[in-house]
């Protein structure tokens, strides 16, 4: 009996010290900012979001993923805490073909996830011409970015609202986006200001050309951000004109470009 006891005993506390191990484990902090901490719980539910549209991950692409999170948690600590737990997994993206037909010469592992999420269904798009590797050596390392604002006065009242956007696109086929907003309202008797705070946005591009001769650059991300407007978590950003330092929309809109390599 005390032998049995004895046993029981000691699974009973060898339990208790795995379990201890695993949490101890899971509340790794991976980075911290003011109050907040990004630990390997949240990054392990993050990823598994991002996850959902692949099988499998190699270690550089988890690596990179990890660095994404943790440089938009060192920025928006609250915002990224809170998207991360409110993320659901269940969402379900495409999954690759085992033999995508799709194969570049020069695409990078960032290029070829769009492509195996796109599994075939490219309609007229062409990864492979002249024009198409040309543009996607332009769109590499390059920063596009955007800023509008706008006022108006009458009768007492006065308001102001700015906004504007960045997106860099590394060599390595994945991008950040970020967003930021203003707004400024004052009117007799109440004014309101609006926090100017920044959201980012990580991901994966690549680019095609077209017949009528534009280009378009996908993107492609399970961030809830892209989620919100994009259920499958692909967007077409489709090019009318570009140039050294420049790069338009067909409808004329456009976004400043400058070389920055990423690090």
Known sequence: MNTIKLT???LFFSCISVAGCQTE????????????????KHFDMYLAHVNTAF????????????LLLIEMFKTSPAEILASIEKTNPIIQQPKPSQASHLNAINSVWGHQKVRDVLNGDIGQMQFDTSKANAFRTFVANSLLSSK?????RGYGSSS?????ATIQFCADGTFVESTSGYLSIDVPGMSAL?????????????VASLPNGMMVIL???THPLMLENSPNGLLPFIVGQYGDDFVNLPNGDGYRRSINYCN
């Open 160 to 164: 102001y609202s700015e906004s504007s």
């Open 219 to 221: 993107l492609y991300s």
């Open 25 to 40: 484990k899971n509340n790794t902090v991976l980075a911290v900012q003011g109050n907040y901490s990004l630990t390997k």
């Open 55 to 66: 099988e499998n991950q190699s270690k550089e692409e988890i690596e990179i993923e990890k």
């Open 8 to 10: 029981f005993v000691t």
């Open 148 to 152: 509008s604002n706008s006022s108006s």
């Open 194 to 206: 609006s926090d100017n705070s920044t959201d980012y946005m990580p991901g994966y591009w690549e």
